[in-house]
Nanobody
Framework: QVQLVESGGGLVQSGGTLRLSCTTS????????MAWYRQAPGKQREVVAR?????????MYPDSVKGRFTISLDGAKNTLYLQMNSLKPEDTAVYYC??????????WGQGTQVTVSS
């Protein structure tokens, strides 16, 4: 059973930075696509960053985080990262790591809370 374990969440002031980590129990390159999602109270879950590890390492960000968030991975550590800069109160949510393919994310982490105070 594949496991994804997130860490790095916490409380930060507006304008601050956080880096989330997600360590997989399987070879991270066995997943063609990895992504970070978030869900705020009363809102639908939304993708905030996607990385296509095969074939080209292409990334995708929605406009709400573009230029502020960066997704990356370290194959040697089987770890996915989300660097979050210039955080805003509206970024407050539970952040989830996910792994799968272009059609479906098959594996999910347990989530890590990010709270941005104004």
């Amino acid at each position: 059973q594949v496991q994804l374990v997130e860490s790095g969440g916490g409380l930060v002031q507006s304008g601050g930075t956080l880096r989330l980590s997600c360590t997989t129990s399987a070879n991270i390159f066995s997943f063609p696509t990895m992504a970070w999602y978030r869900q705020a109270p009363g809102k639908q879950r939304e993708v905030v960053a996607r990385l296509r590890s095969r074939p080209d390492g292409a990334t995708m960000y929605p406009d709400s985080v573009k230029g502020r968030f960066t997704i990356s991975l370290d194959g040697a550590k089987n770890t996915l990262y989300l660097q979050m800069n210039s955080l805003k109160p509206e970024d407050t949510a539970v952040y989830y790591c996910a792994a799968g393919n272009s059609i479906r994310m098959n594996y999910w982490g347990q989530g890590t809370q990010v709270t941005v105070s104004s």
